[in-house]
């Protein structure tokens, strides 16, 4: 079965770092992997995802994540935070029989003015 | 293009009763997912609907339950409510594909609490 690993249930930076959020991935096929992130009392929003068509991948909010098959992770990175990129990240993987999304337990960013 | 909306956004209910969700699909998306989420069990899958159809389950009782119209409207249904229900209830829809490559686009949620 395809699964996710979020390393890191909270995670805090200063306005201006780097971002760097974790997620590796077990399957035993190519995945598709997502990362989606919620705000308070909302529901998700897809930032990007990997379909195999390029190892980088470029994001909404200057978001991206690269794919490593040798590492099996799926980083999310952003080069400086902002205050209003405090929220939940999510990753998931796709099952590819279906249209069913697997999620981590999901990161929860802290950005410090 | 509208987004995925559901109703109603909060709902109390008490043991034993049980409460009907409902999740108006983007238009064109013939495909409606349901997911629960709770703090300690994080985000799980229920089930998925297309074309009227399930055609995908998760792990959860047979008190779960769902459905879909002819217009992509789904419905979820939860009998004989215990307190271990009490989450926030996403919908996502699709276009539909099966192969994976589907974006599902989430609603804002229903947030039920059981009493």
């Known amino acids: 079965a395809q699964s996710v690993t979020q390393l890191g249930s909270h995670v805090s930076v200063s306005e201006g770092a780097l971002v760097l959020l974790r997620c590796n991935y077990s399957?035993?096929?190519?995945?598709?992997l997502f990362w989606y992130v919620q705000y308070p009392n909302q529901g998700l929003q897809l930032l990007l995802k990997?379909?195999?068509?390029?190892?980088l991948v470029k994001g909404i909010n200057g978001f991206e994540a690269e794919f490593k098959k040798s590492e099996t992770s799926f980083h999310l990175t952003k080069p400086s935070a902002h205050m209003s990129d405090a929220a939940e990240y999510f990753c998931a993987v796709s099952d590819r029989g279906g249209n069913k999304l697997v999620f981590g337990a999901g990161t929860i960013l802290r950005v410090k003015s | 293009k509208a987004g995925v909306t559901q109703t109603p956004r909060y709902l109390i209910k008490t043991r034993g009763q049980q409460v009907t969700l409902s999740c108006s699909p983007i238009?064109?998306?013939?495909?409606v997912s349901w997911y629960q989420q709770t703090p300690g069990q994080g985000l799980q899958f229920l089930f998925e609907y297309f074309s009227e159809t399930q055609r995908n389950k998760g792990n959860f009782p047979g008190r779960f339950s769902g459905r879909q119209f002819s217009n992509s409207r789904s419905e979820m249904n939860v009998s004989t409510l215990e307190l271990g229900d009490s989450a926030l209830y996403l919908c996502a829809s699709s276009l539909g594909g099966t192969d994976g490559l589907d974006t599902q686009y989430f609603g804002p949620g229903t947030r039920l609490t059981v009493l």
């Open positions: 399957s035993s096929v190519p995945p598709y």
């Open positions: 238009s064109g998306h013939r495909s």
């Open positions: 990997y379909t195999s068509a390029a190892t």
